[in-house]
């Protein structure tokens, strides 16, 4: 039976021969650090500290909806040469495009400590989260961690998080960010012969596709524009 930090990196390996970029972050401040060379990297542009620091304030604040839509949209930033930039956080159109790593035990502190199991990062922002249990451990538990987290520590960047994964190694579940988080609205995934997929090894294969895991993310999350979660 793997432990849990065996799973992790069973996990995080599966998803190198993917294609995804492994990527070792240790707190908020690398993390920040990150966003910033991608965001670069993915708009063509070099930000100084005062323009970087725009964005972060255009990022920071709002509801988990508000984010999904800046998520979604473009940021007009007013360069210190006094022109106007639009910058760009996903590509929908064309996938390729964005820039996908994996992170694990990136540390985050507020009224407390807490380390996540598995990060996906988009353009450097944390859109997928992944907490993992050892086989024999039903995954509510995995559950309840992210709501605790939700409530206690997913601040700033983190707040991006678009989907959460909840897994025992045997079952596999998956959820979309919201305001109010209930186990009864998670959900397994089947393939095309409506086969559950339980096992992480076959989700990810199929859920964490990159060009399927950034579809999932630009086109069939739909945004609650009537409750605005």
């Known amino acids: 039976m793997l432990t849990e930090a065996q799973l992790e990196e069973k996990l995080i390996n599966q998803l190198i021969t993917q294609g995804y970029e492994r990527v070792s972050?240790?707190?908020?401040?690398e993390l920040i650090e990150n966003f910033k060379t991608h965001?670069?990297?993915?708009n063509n542009v070099t930000l100084s500290d005062s323009e970087f620091n725009k964005i972060q304030i255009h990022l920071a604040g709002g509801s988990i909806f508000e984010k999904?839509?800046?998520?979604?949209?473009?940021?007009?930033?007013?360069?210190?040469?006094?022109?106007?930039?639009y910058i760009s956080f996903l590509d929908s159109e064309n996938k390729e495009k964005n820039i996908l790593q994996v992170v694990n035990q990136?540390?985050?502190?507020?009224?407390?400590?807490?380390?996540?199991?598995?990060?996906?990062?988009?353009?450097?922002l944390p859109l997928v989260q992944i907490e993992l249990k050892k086989n024999g451990i039903g995954i509510r538990k995995a559950f309840h961690q992210v709501q605790r987290y939700q409530?206690?520590?997913?601040?700033?960047?983190?707040?991006?998080i678009q989907i959460f994964i909840i897994s025992n190694e045997e079952n596999t579940r998956y959820f979309s960010?919201?305001?109010?988080?209930?186990?009864?609205?998670t959900f397994f995934w089947t393939d095309e012969s409506n086969k559950r997929k339980n096992r992480i090894?076959?989700?990810?294969?199929?859920?964490?596709?990159?060009?399927?895991l950034l579809d999932m993310i630009t086109k069939y999350i739909v945004i609650n524009e009537t409750q605005k979660y």
């Open 39 to 42: 965001i670069e990297k993915f």
């Open 177 to 185: 960010n919201n305001r109010e988080l209930k186990y009864e609205f």
């Open 106 to 124: 990136i540390t985050m502190k507020e009224m407390y400590e807490n380390r996540y199991d598995v990060t996906i990062l988009v353009n450097g």
């Open 68 to 85: 999904a839509k800046k998520l979604r949209g473009k940021f007009e930033l007013a360069t210190d040469k006094g022109d106007i930039k």
């Open 201 to 212: 090894e076959e989700f990810t294969e199929l859920f964490l596709d990159k060009n399927h």
């Open 25 to 29: 972050i240790k707190d908020e401040k």
């Open 151 to 160: 409530k206690h520590s997913y601040k700033n960047l983190f707040q991006y």
